[in-house]
Nanobody, 117 residues
Framework: VQLQASGGGLVQAGGSLRLSCVAP???????????MSWYRQAPGKQRNLVAS???????NYADSVKGRFTISRDNSKKTVYLHMNSLQPEDTAVYYC?????????WGQGTLVTVSS
């Protein structure tokens, strides 16, 4: 069971992308209760949290993306988004979405974002 992430691609520095992640059917009835997060992993580096949003829509961001990225969710569509602006080469990574609730933990397959200078 995986979340389905999409929206990655190649973009020039300063550009924008929007990532989407759809929840699997097994959690759609309680999607509203899951904390949804985006992580990223650059080549040779560990996976790090980029942004998260709780069921109450409280958000949290890594310092490196504050003011440039925005996480949002549409509970009716069982989807979480990551709006990325002012992209920089250091944002290049595979981006993974995650759904977490009280011991339940789901991951997406990842979507590659490449930012050229």
């Amino acid at each position: 069971v995986q979340l389905q992430a999409s929206g990655g691609g190649l973009v020039q520095a300063g550009g924008s992308l929007r990532l989407s992640c759809v929840a699997p059917r097994t959690i759609t009835s309680v999607f509203w209760d899951y904390t949804m997060s985006w992580y990223r992993q650059a080549p040779g580096k560990q996976r790090n949290l980029v942004a998260s949003i709780t069921g109450n829509r409280n958000t949290n961001y890594a310092d490196s993306v504050k003011g440039r990225f925005t996480i949002s969710r549409d509970n009716s569509k069982k989807t979480v988004y990551l709006h990325m602006n002012s992209l920089q080469p250091e944002d290049t990574a595979v981006y993974y979405c995650n759904a977490a609730r009280s011991g339940d933990d789901y991951w997406g397959q990842g979507t590659l974002v490449t930012v050229s200078s």
